[in-house]
């Protein structure tokens, strides 16, 4: 008698779409085939157009709307790339509705020739609707949900379609120890360890002498938040990154300096507070305060918008989970 795990064993074919995608699967001895294998449990046989699943109907499933999904992606950008296969994989395992279409005409272009950038989540996607209807955006959540990527990728696309005339970076200085004024160097030498996050979104979307360009004739300003009060910030995307560092003078201070046609996104994660014990987080208070303010949207992003490595997602899934047992 067969026991009850070969029992619920099943095989599907599904279709290829085209010779080109086929040509993709197959390629480095099946390589991308075999990373689906690794991660559903799958058995999968590769002939010409189609593929034959072997596995319990749920891992099949599984297989069948992960190779779905990647044939759309390729569609889009006619190339995978391991990160999109890694991603592709994550997403649809802890939820088989997760269809890269619904996220195709939500497209950020950066300039004329450069690179589109998409939501990969239903987070991001409500992250990106936010952004194009308010003035105001804040995005709170843990790392690698996609905060910062995107408010950058809709900073650059304003600018370059000339919809702003300037971007201005900030994130609240938590100094450890020491003052930025007794560290040597000039102001852009004092603050850039601060700034490489937002740093390494920009050079991923544009080259750095591009970059330098924009620097030079002030399009784009990079500045610790001390350096906003005072000013009112017409013609602007202003982005304040790791707003949980920031005091509640400070938040207020940063939000009045918004001007006409200018767009303000609020990033940060309200669990890493680098603040003082017992000091109350600016952004902690903003979404207290103006949670009902017209014209201001609150995006919550959580563990299943997270778009790097897998792991990332399963440390944060699992200390939600270790915390939440602690009560």
Do not use: C, W
């Amino acid at each position: 008698m067969e026991d009850s795990e070969s029992f619920q064993q099943s095989e599907l074919k599904v279709k290829l779409p085209n010779r080109s995608f086929q040509e993709l699967l197959y390629a480095n001895s099946d390589r991308i085939i075999h990373h689906i294998e690794r991660e559903t449990g799958l058995e999968i046989g590769g002939r010409d157009s189609h593929l034959t699943l072997k596995g319990t109907p749920q891992e099949i499933e599984e297989g069948r709307i992960i190779i779905n999904n990647l044939g759309s992606l390729y569609g889009e950008k006619n190339s995978i790339a391991e990160k999109d296969v890694s991603l592709i994989i994550s997403k649809v395992k802890n939820d088989l509705t997760y269809n890269v279409e619904d996220f195709k005409k939500k497209q950020i272009p950066i300039g004329t020739n450069g690179k589109v950038i998409s939501p990969k989540s239903a987070g991001q996607a409500s992250y990106y609707d936010a952004i194009k209807q308010n003035d105001m955006v804040f995005a709170i959540g843990p790392a690698g949900t996609g905060k910062t990527y995107l408010a950058m990728a809709f900073a650059l696309n304003y600018l370059m379609a000339e919809n702003i005339s300037r971007i201005i970076l900030t994130r609240p200085v938590v100094e450890a120890g020491e003052s930025l004024g007794y560290l040597p160097g000039d102001l852009e030498q004092k603050v850039n360890p601060y700034f490489r996050p937002l740093y390494d979104a920009i050079y991923d979307m544009i080259p750095y002498i591009v970059f330098k360009k924009y620097v030079e004739r002030g399009a784009i300003e990079v500045a610790p938040l001390a350096y906003m009060r005072g000013r009112t910030l017409h013609d602007s995307f202003i982005i304040l990154d790791e707003a949980q560092n920031t005091t509640r003078g400070q938040m207020l201070m940063f939000l009045t300096r918004i001007g006409f046609n200018s767009k303000t996104i609020v990033t940060g994660d309200v669990t890493q507070s680098d603040l003082p014990k017992g000091r109350e987080s600016g952004l902690h208070s903003a979404v207290k305060v103006l949670k009902h303010v017209n014209g201001i949207s609150f995006i919550q992003l959580g563990p299943a918008d997270v778009v790097r490595h897998p792991l990332v997602e399963r440390i944060i899934r699992a200390f939600e989970d270790h915390d939440r047992k602690k009560g």
